[in-house]
């Protein structure tokens, strides 16, 4: 005879929301200008080019705290 398993325990909200990171808020800030801009792209080519566009911004970003 199995043995009876206890009711699995619900989390009961108040949670909130997590922080959303610099990158996602860059994504939703530049995916609608680049859309724009190249309607013909895909969404994928568009999440890719903006993706591009934050590695590099990065990379000037990391560049200038470095030099300084």
């Known amino acids: 005879m199995p043995k ?10 108040g949670g909130g929301r997590k922080k959303i990171s610099p990158y996602n808020t860059f994504m939703k800030q530049n995916l609608p200008k680049v859309k724009s801009e190249n309607p013909d ?3 994928k080519e568009a999440f890719a080019k903006v993706a591009e566009l934050w590695r590099s911004s990065k990379n000037k970003a990391a560049t200038a705290v470095k030099s300084a």
């Open 4 to 13: 009876e398993q206890p009711a699995k325990k619900r989390a009961t909200g």
């Open 41 to 43: 792209l895909t969404h």
